[in-house]
């Protein structure tokens, strides 16, 4: 997720602003539950402040 960088990034952005991101062709090539858990996962980490939780956010981010 090339525009969202970070945890802040995605937790802030609004929900259709990360589809559109997540586009190729007008195809969605993504879960809409895994991007619910994206940006749950982002809010917890900002809340938490913990650089530990953003590095293992983006890493999971990279397993989908």
Known sequence: M????SARKIATANKKQLIDTM??????????????????????SIASGNDAHELALQKRIECW
């Open 23 to 44: 586009k190729i062709d007008n195809q969605l090539h993504f879960d809409k539950n895994k991007l619910d858990q994206i940006i749950t996962l982002s809010k917890n």
């Open 2 to 5: 090339h525009n969202f960088p």
